[in-house]
Structures are given as structure tokens and as C-alpha cells.
């Protein structure tokens, strides 16, 4: 039915809560809808469960494709699939796009129910916390009491960090990539000019631009790039682009003139194309936001005491965005409260991106690990 | 006259060209006008001068102060003054506002002769090598046949070495501090953002917003809170802001929530008060095209190979931007090259930023090797 290694064409689910949800911020969604998609068998004990959380630009369509899509395959359908790291033929995967989002999920764009317009600037601030506990309760209405595991990459790697904080005992492995225990003033930095450039154009509306019928496309473009550039490292960029030229020769324009000013515009350009100013905003703060050491005043090894789940870690060499020291800041606070902790540290080209990459050693650390799992859930 | 240490008071002068200038691009200046200011006193041989050329956002005020204006510090009075490390009781020194910049010298914001009206986008596009060749022209005009040092920081480092390759026989000595032999994929790319982010505004005005008596200064500020990360090292910024709040705690909001993103508003807004946008794109496109090995098909021993003077290097550790492997890359292809080269590479954690700072060690190496210079100008 599926080609090899693929989980083939898939379709997404929607479930509706309609009990309200109080939001670290104080603000509560009175119900919500949540787009999910799952991958292989829940089996009998409802043992096998993995659930992947989303980074920034990402949804709940980890993996396959949707029917007469050609295009569509999932995000990490390198990782997820049947004979694949993640391997759906022993366990039941769950994506789920998280509120606040702009593929699905309740959102900027939704319809407010108490005012009948879209929420736009009224769309309260979320945090990891928050979307951790809407996934606990999907989790629930799905009869899943403990996951296998929670993973996921980036900000996905803090959610998975988070439910290993947030409820210790439904988390048997947490799998956190290209993570870090919270963010740093450069972080911080790049997050701020890149909602500076959206707030700036004059298409947001303050974020009520929906009902102005435009987009701040501009804005988002900017903070697209800025974004890219930190993505990837500059050994890549000097590998992929070094100083080509568009054309034989200097132009003399502030024109596109190196392949990649190019490159960046057009990736600037599509992400405009089918991303939120909004989610742009609300997720880049809730990456701000997330330092679970805080409640300790700074003290990761403290904040981490409660986590009662085996850890695996993943870092790559050349990711500057969050840097392998970060991955081993947790690792080391983890190892302080002597939990089980595998850590993985990728010698990868590819910068912060190498966590979505097919790279075979990173993938076969990966695997192994869910082998692991694997062992862990026929017992 | 002058407090020890400092030049004084000091007033800047204006020399007026009106032979044709051509430029890389094709482009010529019918005429041009420069502002420049001078430190200590040329010698009868005329062989203790000095040049000075600036980087991004600085000018020809490199030391002392103005009049009346407390706060109009030269941007390298550290570094240029009476026992300072380019001793001006020894020394005189040039300091020259180059063409398309925005302190006085001919540029975007000037009436273009031919029009009538400001340049704006008519500006055209000058690169270091042209300004070396004003540099060189002004040189004529004080009587200056060879300089004992040519010397420049960033951008400024580039139109020291450019001074080497243009002109052999009229520099004595290089001094290029955090500077590069070309810029990377990745300094292009943050560049490019910066100056998309100024195209977008909507007060931009393809470059002639002065006919429309606005300044798109909210392009500007998001220009340079990106410039400005660069500029600093990570380390830095975690030092002096790391995750430190505004308030007692998270507001939840999209404003100002951290003190980095309050620093990185303030720098922003700041040098839109002061900056000019078309200078913006100009200087970053000359950074942008500079690459001195490009017409020897990258080769840079053998673009090297026609510089006489002799070379001081500094590069500092925590620079991201240009980093000291960037400056090893010149020193390596001036001793392939049997060219006499000193070479500091400075612990500094300041990250670019560390060139315009009051470092001992820094300023001990550039003071020792001014003092060489001293002695070859005496004998």
C-alpha cells in the first residue's frame, strides 16, 4: 500500500476542545482546534507512542504526503517512516500543530468566537508550557496515558525538554535536537530585528492586517533572512553560494548581484507567501520565553531534578544558532542528577538546519536509539 | 593648548575637485567636494603623514573634538593623539570623508550639479578602489608624494590595503586592523538584508525620499540592530544584557521585553537620527564588491604580489564578522609573497567592535609599530 520507507499518502485529523485552557500569560483559549496526523498502529497496551513536535515553520505533517500533492511530503520525512529512524512500523507517531500556528491549529487567522472576527493582535502570547499541556490533553482524548517518547528539533527539542518537566511520568524518552536549555542575548537579538522588521511594515496594522485584505509581506521577508542566515553556518553558505554572481560581472546596483542575495529574496519571498506575520511573532517569543531554569533562579541542574524520563541529545558541529555547548549545558545538568542521558554531537556542514537533514550518522545515532525505545516497549 | 592626550579642538576642512573623476562602474563625478581634518604637522620632507580612512558609519573626525560640542569625540581618538599609539607630536595625520558618505563630503543628500537636485538615487556606485584614488587626489593636493602609513580599521583596513595594490610607491606602510580580503556568502547576506530592509520602507522612495521630506527610518533602525549583532561578539552580548528583563517579569507582549532588545531599539533608532539610507546601501555595496584577487581569478598571493609597503595586521579573537582567519589569509599571502608582515592577533572579547576600543595589549602593538615607523620617517 505504501512505497518502501514511506508512510504514503496521509490526511489530516482536527478534534475540538471545547474546556478552557488557562495560558501561562493568564489569558485562557475558551476552546481551540488542533490539526494532527498520525503515522503506523497504536498497539494494544498503547505503549508505543511517539509524539514529534514542531519548530518554527513547521505543522503537524511530519511525514507521507497529501493525495494529488505531489509536493507535499512531510517535514521530517526523512526521519519518520516505515524502516526509518523513527520506525512506523513499531511505533504509533503523532504530529500536531500547536496553537497559535498558521497550518491549521487555532491560530492568528482563526475566527475569535467572542467577537466573531479574527483574532489577529488579540491572539494571546503563547509559550512552550502552554503547548505542552494542549498536547498532553490530545494525548488524552487520543487514550495515550505515556509516550514512548516526545522528540522533536529546534524549539520542537524545547517542547520535548518541557514534557519531561511538565509531566515526568507520561514521558519515557525525551529526544531533544539542535536545542537549547533557553536562549541567548544574540538569540534574542535576531528574534527582536526580525519582529521589528514585520511590526515595521506598514501592511501589519498592528497585526489586524486580515481585515485590511494585505499582508506585511515585506516585513516577513526580512525576517525570513535574517532568519536563514542563521540557519545555515557560514561554511555552508561560503560552499553553496561563496561569492557567485548572478551575472559575468559587477552590475553597480543595489540589485540583486551575488546568487546569494538571490537566493535569500526568493527564500524571504515563499516563506511571505504561506506563513503569518502573527505566528511569525508569537513563536519567536515563545522561543524567547522558554528558560525552565528560571523558576530555580538559573539553576538547570535544579530545574531538571524532575525530570523522571531517559534522555537522548543531538548537536551539530557547525549550528551556531544553538551551538553544541547549549546541547551540553543540558546534558551536564542531566548527568548532575544522574538520569540516563545519550549524547550525540554531529560533526554536520549544515548548521542549525542539519537537524531536518539526512545526514547517515546522525540518523543512525537516531535509530539506534529508538531501537532502544523499541526493546523498551515490546518488554 | 591641547589637554595631554588629546588633539584639541579641531575643525574640519573642505577641498573642492573639479577635475572629472571616473569610477569603477563607468560613472564619473564632474566635480566632488571632501571634508577632511589633520592632526600634528607635516615635516619638511613631507614623509610623517598619516592617512586615516574610516569604515560604515564614521568620517573624517577621527580625533579631538568640535567646538562647542561636548560630545563630538573623534570615532579614533584613542587611537590618534599627542602619546597616543599614531602620535600626532610625531605624526600628521589625515583624516578624509569619503564620496557617497553622509558628513560632508560629496554624496547622496549633495546637489547633483547636473539636475539641480540631490543626487538621491543618482548617486553612483563608488567602491574602495575609487575611494583610494580621491584619497590619492587629495594627497596630491596637500603635497603629499608618500604616505608613512596608511591605515584603517573594517572597511577602513580595505582601503589600506587597496592603497598598497593601487598605489605601491606612495605607502610606506600598511595598517589593516579587522579587516578581510573579500567578504563571505554570509557578510553579503546580512548586508543584503540590511538593505532590503531599507528598499522596503515605504519612506525610501527608490532613494529620493528628501524630495518627499521623509527619511525611511524605520529601514535604517532595522539596518543596524542587524549590523549592530554583527559588530558584537555573542559572548559580549550575554555578558552585558544576557536574558536580563525590563521589568520584574514576562509581559507577555510583543514589545520591549528584554534589555537586548531595548539596546538594539535604542541603536537602531539612534542612527536613523544621524545616518543617511543611500549611504547605507553604497558602503555595503562597497564592502560587498571588494575583492582585490578577483582580477587575478581569485588568487590573492598573486594580487598581493605588486604591494612595496610594509604590513601591520591586527586581528581580535572573538570577531565573527571578519575574523582572525580572514586577516591570516593576507598575512599568509603576504609572506608567500616575501613581503615584511607584523600580525597581532588580540584576545579581545569585544568581537569587531574591538578595533574602535581602548585595549592595552592592542594599542601597545599598534603603538610599537608607529614607533618603527617613527624612526625609518627620521632617518
Known amino acids: 500500500m505504501t512505497a518502501p520507507g514511506s508512510v504514503g499518502i496521509v490526511t489530516p485529523k482536527t478534534m475540538r476542545f471545547d474546556a478552557p485552557l488557562a495560558l501561562a500569560s493568564g489569558a485562557s483559549f475558551a476552546s481551540y482546534e488542533l490539526l494532527y496526523e ?49 520506525d512506523t512500523n513499531r511505533f504509533f507517531v503523532i504530529g500536531v500543530n500547536n496553537p497559535g500556528s498558521c497550518f491549521g491549529s487555532t491560530g492568528p487567522m482563526s475566527i475569535d468566537p467572542a467577537s466573531g472576527r479574527r483574532y489577529g493582535s488579540r491572539f494571546p502570547v503563547v509559550t512552550v508550557e502552554d503547548w505542552v499541556n494542549v498536547q498532553a490533553r490530545l494525548a488524552d482524548r487520543l487514550g495515550i496515558e505515556r509516550f514512548a517518547a516526545v522528540m522533536g528539533g529546534s524549539l520542537g527539542g524545547m517542547q520535548a525538554l518541557s514534557w519531561a518537566l511538565q509531566y515526568p511520568q507520561r514521558i519515557a524518552h525525551c529526544v531533544a535536537i539542535a536545542t537549547t536549555p533557553k536562549l541567548t542575548a544574540q538569540n534574542i537579538a535576531f528574534n527582536d530585528v526580525a519582529r521589528t522588521a514585520i511590526q515595521n511594515d506598514p501592511d501589519f496594522h498592528g497585526g489586524d492586517f486580515y481585515e485590511y485584505g494585505v499582508k506585511p509581506r515585506r516585513g516577513l ?9 542563521t540557519y545555515l553556518s557560514g561554511a555552508d553558505m561560503a560552499e553553496k553560494f561563496g561569492r557567485m554572481l548572478r551575472h559575468q560581472d559587477y552590475g553597480y546596483s543595489f540589485g540583486i548581484e551575488f546568487e546569494v542575495e538571490s537566493y535569500l529574496r526568493y527564500q524571504g519571498d515563499k516563506f511571505a507567501d504561506y506563513f503569518d506575520a502573527n ?86 545515532a537516531v535509530a539506534a536509539y529508538f531501537d532502544r525505545i523499541a526493546r523498551e516497549v515490546r518488554a
Not at 66 to 75: I, P
Not at 301 to 323: G, H, I, P
Request: with cysteine; net charge negative; charged share 20%.
Open 38 to 86: 498520525t503515522y503506523g498502529e497504536l498497539n494494544a497496551a498503547r505503549s508505543n507512542a511517539v509524539l514529534v513536535c514542531h519548530a518554527l515553520n513547521a505543522s503537524h505533517h511530519v511525514a507521507g504526503s497529501y493525495e494529488g500533492e505531489e509536493k507535499s511530503l512531510g517535514w521530517w520525512d526523512n526521519m519518520v517512516g516505515p524502516g526509518k529512524p523513527v
Open 279 to 364: 505566528t511569525y511573532l508569537l513563536i519567536t517569543r515563545a522561543l524567547d520565553y522558554f528558560d525552565p531554569a528560571r523558576a530555580c533562579g538559573g539553576d538547570l541542574v535544579q530545574a531538571l531534578a524532575r525530570a523522571e524520563a531517559k534522555f537522548f541529545l543531538a548537536s551539530f558541529t557547525t549550528d551556531w544558532r544553538f551551538a553544541p555547548a547549549r546541547s551540553r549545558e543540558i546534558v551536564e545538568a542531566l548527568i548532575a542528577n544522574h538520569r540516563d542521558v545519550t549524547y550525540a554531537e554531529v560533526d554536520a556542514p549544515h548548521g542549525h538546519d542539519a537537524f531536518l537533514m539526512d545526514d547517515p550518522r546522525y540518523h543512525r
Open 221 to 229: 521577508g526580512v525576517a525570513r533572512m535574517i532568519g536563514h542566515i
